[in-house]
């Protein structure tokens, strides 16, 4: 999943647990492991004002679109 497009973007996300999340995408970041990425998330907030947002990992996503 190339969760880095989305960067700056509002989205709508489908996470696997059955929750909608709509949102500014703030942040991505890949994780890595012996200098290997192994896993991307990206930081999502109300909308470009709040100061707290979630962080949602590559596996916790069913589906994201950019709005």
Same mark, same amino acid.
């Given at each position: 999943?190339? !969760? %880095? @497009?989305? =960067? +700056? @973007? ?17 942040? +991505?970041?890949? *994780?890595? %492991?012996? /200098?290997?990425?192994? =896993? ?5 907030? $109300?909308?470009? *004002? *709040?100061?707290?947002?979630? /962080? !949602?990992? %590559?596996?916790?996503? @069913? $589906?994201? /679109?950019?709005?």
């Amino acid at each position: 999943m190339d !969760l %880095e @497009k989305y =960067l +700056f @973007k509002y989205v709508r996300v489908e996470t696997n647990y059955g929750e909608i999340i709509v949102g500014y995408v703030d942040m +991505f970041c890949t *994780a890595e %492991e012996n /200098e290997e990425p192994y =896993l991307d998330s990206i930081g999502i907030i $109300s909308n470009r *004002a *709040a100061r707290e947002g979630i /962080e !949602l990992d %590559e596996s916790e996503i @069913k $589906s994201i /679109e950019e709005i």
